[in-house]
């Protein structure tokens, strides 16, 4: 079965922002980061329980996170029963956890 994947808000805001900053440095890496990171979708929305959980967020959630190849980004996502929940797309070296509040549910 496959879950649907849902950006939360922020972090597609993260990922627009991203691949623009990337654009702006070299005509054509604005598209090979958005290419990388929806490689990282599929990669997700077929393992999505492949990655160990995120330290630092409660054991009740199933918090993880993926690195985006080639780029310094990792998606963090929430698994349910049901969809999948992006909850960031983070630049791994920047404001680490940042991004924990974002587990609550809506």
Request: no cysteine; glycine share 4%; net charge positive.
């Amino acid at each position: 079965m496959s879950r649907r994947v849902l950006f939360e808000p922020e972090a597609s805001a993260e990922l627009e922002e991203a691949a623009i900053w990337y654009e702006a440095q070299r005509s054509g890496l604005g598209r090979a980061f958005l290419t990388a990171v929806d490689r990282a979708i599929e990669h997700i929305a077929a393992w999505p329980d492949a990655r160990l959980s995120v330290p630092g967020v409660p054991a009740s959630l199933s918090v993880r996170q993926f690195p985006v190849s080639r780029f310094p980004y990792r998606i963090a996502y929430l698994v349910t029963s049901q969809e999948l929940r992006v909850l960031a797309v983070a630049h791994a070296r920047r404001r680490p956890g940042y991004w924990r509040s974002r587990t609550e549910p809506r």
